[in-house]
C-alpha cells in the first residue's frame, strides 16, 4: 500500500520560491499537486503522467514546475514568484493509472497525503 509523506512548505514573502515534495513508499502511477484554503474546494494545481507530460491551473502556468524524480519515489513542485493567492495546504495524491483523460480531476485520486502548509505573505 502506497502512502505519500509531503514536506518542504513554509512562510515565505510575495515573489519567493519554494520547492515542496512528496516521497512514496512504493511504486506510482499518476500524481499531481492540490491544494486547499480552509473553507474552500481543494483545486488541481498541476499535474504528471507516467510519460512525464504535465498539467497546470492557469493561475500557475510559468511559475510553478511539477516533477518526479527517475525512480519514481519523490515528487515535486517547483513554486517560484509566489503570491498571496497562492497560499493554502498543499497535498500530494496519486491515481493508479498510467495516463488520465482529465488529470486535474480530484475524481481519479486514490491517495492522498496529509499535507504541507504553504503561506505568502
Known amino acids: 500500500h502506497v502512502q505519500l509523506v509531503e514536506s518542504g512548505g513554509d512562510s515565505v514573502q510575495p515573489g519567493g520560491s519554494l520547492r515542496p515534495h512528496c516521497a512514496t513508499s512504493?511504486?506510482?502511477?499518476?500524481m499531481a499537486w492540490f491544494r486547499q484554503v480552509t473553507g474552500r474546494e481543494r483545486e488541481a494545481v498541476a499535474s504528471?503522467?507516467?510519460?512525464?507530460?504535465?498539467s497546470y491551473i492557469d493561475s500557475v502556468k510559468g511559475r510553478f514546475t511539477i516533477s518526479r524524480d527517475i525512480g519514481d519515489t519523490t515528487l515535486y513542485l517547483r513554486m517560484t514568484m509566489l503570491k498571496a493567492e497562492d497560499s493554502a495546504m498543499y497535498y500530494c495524491?496519486?491515481?493508479?493509472?498510467?495516463?488520465?483523460?482529465?488529470?486535474?480531476?480530484?475524481?481519479?485520486?486514490?491517495?492522498w497525503g496529509a499535507g504541507t502548509q504553504v503561506t505568502v505573505s
Open positions: 495524491a496519486l491515481a493508479p493509472r498510467v495516463a488520465l483523460s482529465n488529470p486535474l480531476s480530484a475524481s481519479y485520486y486514490r491517495i
Open positions: 512504493g511504486y506510482t502511477k499518476c
Open positions: 504528471i503522467a507516467m510519460d512525464g507530460s504535465t
